[in-house]
């Protein structure tokens, strides 16, 4: 704070004049009367200046000295005038020295006064606007979540508050397989180089790592926990532990000088890293252009620097613990869908394959700048929400029986070998009954009429064991899942109209539950079993419903509600039309139908080549089940190709 006081005393008249002059060579010899004011002159100064013409001119235009003060000089009879400037005293004539100086000396204690004030203004003004700074500066830290963005955050501010020209930023980390010694707290880690900014030149760096000693500037910030400040990195004070590694001067060109390490601690107290500012900028707005002038970093850019270094170690830490979060939910989102993918190993990896497919689709509308996706983005948080719910678009199948899941033909298993049983009862009836004949016959005829009929009965025999085999297989084929025509739809009731006698009762040959299994006209699944495995959106819904979703993650289960929906409205389960049906479902329903269609082979199914299974989409858009432009950007972008074929 400059001490430079001065006082203008407005007098009229010479004879008030000689006065002045007369009182003032009597007074203390700090005073000093000037003729002119120079510019960055100190002391306490006195300028004299009359009160008509040029002074009232250069009091009016308030063109007197910042900070300055009037005296007036006013007459028993006069008036006083009225000036534009602020601190004026009037002073009665005729004048005494000891009221001259009393005056003054009143008028420069007011002055020194609004001068503190002044300054203490401004002190405050900076501080407010550098809390406000580290302010915002903790929200946006606090606000990222991309783990390179956050660190690039970091190093950028903490430049932009102390003017420095470039800036490192180091990461402690934990050596691979080393081994902790007593004593040394340091032994198992090391620093790794992350980033590098620099505004004089271009660089381009890549990621090493160092020890944590004393004998690096970074190292020693670290193993020390306090700030090094080092005012020329070529001059170091003797006896020093640390050294400035000269070879990026050497291979830029460039001349490090100032060097400032902060090392970031949380709030526990533990090193996250080091920040490392380099070179301070005098004039941080100067031109670029131009090579800016370096100054030591001071003490306020120690604290400043310091309190943003403990910002961020603790954005560091959360952003790490929200990646280990991160990291643990996934692992748990993939070890649900494994575990329900095992109920049904045919479509193992299915869920991911659908989750690499639909992202790629986002990513690529996200790019794209043609109609109707042009306004559409999506950001890294909303590319995160299409994963999880496409990861876990089928997790509601847990709610379906395994054996309604896994049900390849028409029949379960189990009746299938019930009416096989039931054709070897048959058959064994049927040689039972041949043997009774051919026992019968030889008891009461002679031997050639025995003969004849005993091979009459033999290809009797083998004429009805040739129809029970060819029931058998009509059956068989009847029970794949494919399109049953309508004869032998009627045949199938012709069959449960044969009744299969024995000595006890009587049973039909296939009985109602077998014959409205296989008559069912297409696929495997009975009405009543398709509601069910269709049931499975319904059940996903309501199990992620019961998830506490972060906020960027509250339409994971809308989005797969909705994957089977079509755009005519003939989904399911809510039977959606096109326009309520979320953009990422749309997407996830090409995803899920290619994948189903190109897997490998199921029990139900045979895998289809991927030109084929295109061509199936196709229909589907034409249609107008699913969206053209998204299945014009799947095919033109080769998005389908992001796949490989499931191995079997």
Avoid at 437 to 454: H, P, Y
Wanted: hydrophobic share 40%; proline share 5%; glycine share 6%.
């Amino acid at each position: 704070m400059s001490s430079t006081r001065t006082v203008y005393i407005v007098y009229r008249g010479g004879q008030n004049q000689q006065e002045i002059r007369h009182l003032l060579a009597q007074g203390p010899n700090h005073w000093r009367l000037v003729q002119t004011l120079e510019p960055g002159s100190d002391g306490s100064k006195i300028f004299l200046l009359d009160e008509d013409g040029a002074a009232r001119s250069a009091l009016n235009g308030d063109v007197l000295e910042e900070g300055a003060g009037v005296l007036q000089l006013i007459g028993p009879d006069q008036e006083p005038e009225e000036f534009s400037s602020q601190g004026v005293r009037y002073l009665e004539t005729p004048l005494t020295r000891w009221r001259l100086f009393s005056a003054i000396h009143q008028l420069a204690a007011e002055l020194d006064m609004n001068r503190q004030l002044r300054f203490l203004q401004q002190e405050l003004d900076l501080r407010s606007r550098e809390l406000s700074d580290l302010n915002k500066i903790g929200v946006a830290l606090s606000a990222e979540r991309d783990a390179i963005k956050l660190l690039e955050l970091i190093l950028s501010k903490a430049r932009e508050i102390t003017a420095a020209d470039a800036g490192s930023l180091y990461l402690i980390e934990k050596i691979p397989n080393a081994v902790s010694r007593e004593g040394d707290p340091w032994a198992d880690k090391q620093l790794r180089f992350k980033l590098a900014q620099n505004d004089s030149l271009h660089i381009d760096y890549q990621e090493f790592v160092l020890p944590i000693q004393r004998q690096s500037m970074a190292g020693y910030a670290v193993v020390s926990g306090n700030p090094l400040n080092i005012a020329d990195a070529y001059h170091l004070p003797k006896g020093s532990e640390f050294q400035h590694n000269r070879s990026f001067d050497e291979r830029t060109g460039y001349h490090t000088q100032s060097v400032l390490c902060i090392p970031m601690k949380s709030h526990q107290g533990e090193l996250i890293g080091v920040l490392q500012l380099i070179n301070r900028k005098q004039r941080p707005e100067g031109s670029p252009a131009a090579r800016p002038e370096i100054v030591p970093f001071d003490d306020r850019c120690v604290e400043l620097a310091s309190s943003l270094a403990g910002q961020a170690a603790v954005s560091i830490e959360n952003m790490r613990l929200y990646e280990d979060i991160k990291r643990l939910f996934e692992g748990f989102i993939l070890a649900s869908v494994h575990a329900i993918e095992q109920r049904d190993p045919t479509t193992s990896g299915h869920s991911e394959r659908v989750a690499v497919l639909t992202v790629a689709m986002a990513e690529q509308v996200d790019r794209s700048n043609r109609a109707p996706f042009q306004t559409v983005h999506f950001n890294r948080d909303d590319l995160q929400q299409v994963k999880y719910a496409a990861l876990l678009h089928d997790f509601g199948k847990i709610g379906v029986r395994e054996h309604v899941l896994v049900k390849a033909k028409k029949l379960y298993p189990e009746q299938l070998e019930m009416i096989k049983l039931r054709f070897r009862y048959l058959k064994k009836m049927l040689e039972a009954k041949t043997s009774r004949e051919k026992i019968s016959f030889l008891l009461s005829r002679d031997a050639r009429q025995v003969r004849t009929m005993l091979s009459r009965l033999d290809q009797r025999f083998m004429a009805e064991l040739h129809d029970l085999d060819g029931l058998l297989q009509f059956i068989l084929e009847a029970n794949e899942p494919r399109v049953l025509p309508e004869n032998d739809r009627l045949h199938l009731f012709d069959l449960g109209r044969k009744i299969v006698q024995d000595e006890e009762e009587a049973t039909p040959l296939l009985n109602p539950d077998e014959i409205q299994l296989l008559s069912i006209s297409r696929g495997s699944l009975s009405e009543k079993e398709r509601q069910e495995i269709e049931s499975h959106v319904t059940h996903t819904y309501n199990f992620l419903s019961r998830i506490p979703w972060a906020a960027h993650l509250r339409d994971v289960p809308l989005i797969a509600y909705a994957h089977h929906e079509k755009l005519d409205g003939t989904g399911y389960p809510r039977r959606l039309p096109g326009e309520q049906i979320p953009l990422p479902a749309k997407m996830m329903a090409i995803a899920d139908i290619y994948d189903a269609l190109t897997a490998w082979d199921r029990p139900y199914k045979k895998a289809v080549p991927p030109a084929k299974a295109l061509a199936i989409l196709e229909e589907e858009v034409k249609v107008g089940k699913l969206d053209a432009a998204l299945f014009t950007l799947f095919v033109e972008a080769e998005i389908y190709k992001l796949v490989n074929r499931a191995a079997p």
